[in-house]
């Protein structure tokens, strides 16, 4: 079939509230050098999304203004340099931006083939959650068997898919959450989960001989607590600063207590090293996957002409699980 010209898309008007979020229509993008056009079927709802939404998180330099940093669909037009693929492969790809449209284009190297036994809805959850869990808390944090993992927010899509990955790989996961509700979906998964309205995690994480690995996307106030947390030779990986960047902090027990500091985040990366990921999560994330020891906790799906309303929902923080937006 013949690519339309146009295609509707969801475009930020302005820095603002999820209101300022609106449907256009657009030209359709055309792929470039190493690049393939997706045809898309969903879109995942992440954080950084409404972080650029707000004007907080900006496109990386030649992406695509548009939010959303992940899709699944189908290839509707190959690009120059690309070989390996076909028009009409079923696909989901970590984008580097332009996911809240019905195309999108995204360099080959970060696509993954959808197999006929995972549905296009899981698959679109899967790209930033994957991607980021992995190359934190396996690549970056280098988690391994038997060993304690403390993951903060562990009822949102990177906290269930942080608690199954690492339930894959043989640690033992704490999970903190702020809800009865919350704490047993994390507990479902595997995890022991701590109700940080009820509960210090620094005292239940201590009682357990202390975290090896916590990956934090709060900050804030949790930095000095996490440092508390670790075990000797313990280490710290930031993903994101929900509660701010900023502490006062004692590095002496940095030193004292060989610990690591460290974090990432995924969207600047280049195209080298999100290649990379990419052929960590075929070759370990997705034999998990079929393995039936990694599933797509579903929250909530709206139209693509509702981004506005999943925004809100997220931000809401009730959300359990991924948050997904229709669109072909």
């Known amino acids: 079939m013949p690519l339309p010209v146009q295609m509707t898309a969801v475009e930020i008007s302005e820095p603002g509230g999820p209101g300022v ?5 657009r030209a359709v993008p055309l792929p470039s050098q190493g690049e393939v056009l997706i045809r898309v ?18 496109a990386p330099l030649g992406a695509s203004d548009l939010p959303g940093l992940e899709c699944s669909g189908w290839i509707a037009a190959i690009g120059p340099g690309v070989s390996g693929w076909m028009v009409g492969d079923p696909v989901c790809a970590l984008l580097p931006g332009g996911g809240y449209a019905e195309f999108a284009t995204c ?24 991607f980021t869990v992995w190359s934190n808390v396996v690549m970056r ?19 269930t898919t942080a608690i199954q990955i690492a339930r894959g790989l043989g640690a033992r996961v704490f999970a903190t959450a702020g809800s009865a509700e919350k704490c047993a979906a994390c507990a479902e998964l595997g995890a022991t989960a701590i109700n940080y309205r009820e509960a210090d995690f620094v005292e239940v994480l201590k009682a ?19 440092l508390r947390a670790l075990a000797d030779d313990g280490r710290l990986v930031f993903i994101a600063f929900l509660e701010g960047p900023k502490a006062d902090i004692n590095f002496a027990q940095v030193m004292m207590r060989r610990l690591t500091v460290t974090g990432s985040t995924l969207r600047p ?49 009730a959300h359990i699980g991924k948050i997904v937006l229709r669109v072909g």
């Open 21 to 25: 979020l609106r449907a256009v229509e």
């Open 208 to 226: 357990a001989g202390g975290a090896d690995l916590i990956l934090d996307m709060v900050g804030g106030s949790y930095i000095g607590r996490d």
């Open 107 to 130: 360099p080959a190297a970060h696509l993954i083939k959808v197999p006929k036994w995972l549905p296009l809805k899981d698959a679109a959850c899967l790209p930033e959650t994957c």
């Open 269 to 317: 990366q280049s195209d080298a090293a999100k290649a990379a990921i990419a052929r960590e999560i075929r070759a370990h994330v997705w034999p998990m996957l079929q393995a039936g020891r990694l599933r797509v906790i579903h929250d909530s799906e709206f139209a693509l002409t509702e981004a506005a309303a999943a925004h809100a929902r997220m931000e809401s923080s």
């Open 41 to 58: 079927a969903y879109a995942g709802v992440n954080r950084p999304d409404a972080l650029q939404r707000a004007g907080s998180y900006r």
């Open 141 to 159: 944090g280098g988690l391994r068997a038997g060993e304690r993992f403390l993951v903060h927010g562990g009822s949102s899509g990177i906290g």
